[in-house]
């Protein structure tokens, strides 16, 4: 296939450092907070820094904290004496996941329940591979029984159970990027300040082979103290930055040596809640939430992750590199991140919400994602005293957006002398707030959505800004529809002022024009799966621009259900609507009472074959939210076996 590029190409055996390397590509994948860094900075640029705190506003008190009662800087009396900003925890729009265990105080079994459903990119293949790994005999030589998922090449079972625990993840998201912008000489582009100084960078030349190309593209990337700067593979002096081109460097914990590996293989031997723990304490990149659940009928929570601490500023956007005001002076001790076992409540909820209180002692970020799927998931746990693993699979299935019901009280309350703007507005008032394929209100919901938040704010930002702001911009007008007189709903490019409800019939009569010419003039027929689809693309061949290899390798599109952070997760661009982008690629149950009885599921296959019939089997169970059984024992395993294929070193 690749030989129809009119290139040869020679495929490199898989070795120990591509696994390690794979980590790395993960932890780069869940650590984004460069991107805020340098969002903030032109906002602040543009409008100024009150701008920053209403357009990417803190965290709100009316979402979960995954542990309420974190210790406070008060109960701690190791913290480092450096200078700490106060903690503005804001909204991020990063990767995310849903997991949460339940007590057996809540469960109809009387033993815990854990549940997981990871959310990141979609692709062909997926992402994952079930897989178990059983060691006969167990013994010090070869320690594993367990079953999950994992990546491909990556060392062990990333996620699931073995005999006695139980594991889910989902990303916590820390500030462990920060951008120090650095001042070089301007006799020698080589060399930068620190501390009054001039100091040489170390430059590392790359050779990357292109196809057609004789000679390698040859790229000397520039380290400083502080990092690679990597705006010189941006586009140099002719990128356009908020202050002009200044050359960026990343400090980032994934560039340090790590230990993930043996986090890993320690996790997969685990018994009990201190070797759990002990493992964690090696997970050191991507930083994540992991949810546990045993046999003895015991759950908790444990953050592991290396997390700098500063001696000055908060890392939410670039600061000076020359003049040593803001390194990296430690990082959080490990038992001082935030856990939690056996809970009052019986339960454990994350999903990318804050992990602490504002009074948490160290920074962990100020990138919190909003917690609208977590304070949905608590509201269906805590409203149910019994709960089974259909239970569970129904909230992993849950299409409810949280936003929707913030905003729809001020959309339904509109009166209009318009009959199809008014007819819309009935639509909304019958729809029953839930993201479903087949729906016509939600349709128009999300097509509101997105054009309230150009309504509000395009005329502010301008169209690059707002394309990079809209997600941001949609968490914030939870906090600006109260005042109807709010700055932000006024067109500064008109003479008139108008306010919250002119704004808001402006965004519903636009999403009628657009629903209207793309599917029908009677709104009764709109469909939210008829804009909402989702495509697997292969990750090597799918994009290709060969048309006929293209058809064979990639799947879809298919309408999907949920929508922009519902549990049910089927996240879209809000430049590229409404396309998904990010989906629930591995969903487990795990029931603590009998392993046998817990159920997994990705997205495509167990093939990475197109002509094979696993390459794209899972893809309509996946949409319907349906598992298979984890196949545990030996006997099951065998009794479901296609065939035995014995690898002999």
Known sequence: MLGLTGT?????????????????????????NRG?????????????????????????????????DAPSAASLQA??????????????????????????????????????????????????YEIGLHCEP??????????????????????GLDERIALGVTNLGPDIQDLFIEKVNPENPDQYAYQGEWGDMEIIREEIQVAGREDPVVVDVRLTYHGPIINDAAGGPEESWAFGWQPLALSWTALQPGTLVKGILLLDQAQ??????????????????????????????????????????????????????????DTIPFDELPRSFNPAEGYLVTANNAAVPPDYPYLITQDWAPGYRARRIDEIIDADPALSIDDMRAIQADNAPVWAQEVLPYVTALSTDRPRVAKAIDLLRTWDGHATRDSAGAALFEAFRLHLIDATTADELGDDLLKRARPQVM?????????????????????????????????????VADLTESQDAKMETWRWGEMHTASFENQSLGQCGIGPVEAL????????????????????????PYTVKTVASYRQIIDLSDLTRSASMHTTGQSGHPFHRHYDDMIAPWRHVEHHPMLWQRGDVQADAEGVLTLTP
């Open 79 to 128: 913290v480092p004496d450096v200078v700490m900003e106060p903690l503005a925890l804001g909204d991020g729009g990063h990767l995310g996941s849903n997991s949460w265990v339940v007590a057996g105080e809540r469960t109809e079994t009387g033993m815990p329940l854990l549940a997981n459903d990871m959310h990141l990119g979609i692709q062909m293949p997926s992402i994952w």
């Open 553 to 576: 390798f990639n799947r879809g599109p298919y309408p999907v259900d949920g929508s922009l952070a519902t549990v049910n997760q089927a996240d879209y661009s809000l430049s590229n």
């Open 272 to 329: 009990d809640w201190e070797s759990f723990r002990e493992a964690l304490s090696y997970w050191d990149v991507p930083s994540q939430n992991v949810v546990y659940a045993d046999v003895e009928g015991n759950i908790g929570y444990q953050a592991p992750g290396r997390i700098p601490i500063r001696a000055a500023g908060d890392g939410t956007q670039p600061v000076p590199g020359w003049t040593g005001e803001y390194e990296w002076v």
């Open 138 to 159: 167990i013994g010090p030589d070869c320690p594993y029984k367990v079953v999950g998922a994992s990546f491909p090449g990556a060392p062990g079972v990333i996620v």
């Open 8 to 32: 040869r190409f020679d495929i490199e055996p898989w070795t120990p450092l591509n696994s390690v390397a794979w980590g790395k590509v993960m932890a780069c994948d869940l650590s984004g």
């Open 475 to 511: 968490n914030a007008l939870l906090n600006m529809l109260p005042d109807e007189t709010s700055v932000w709903f006024d067109d500064v490019t008109t003479p008139e002022r108008e306010t919250r409800d002119e704004i808001l019939l402006k965004a519903l009569k636009e999403a």
């Open 36 to 68: 805020a860094e340098l969002l903030r900075a032109p906002i602040a640029d543009r409008l100024g820094t009150g701008a920053v705190d209403d357009l990417v506003p803190p965290y709100s008190d009316h979402y979960p904290v995954i542990v309420p």
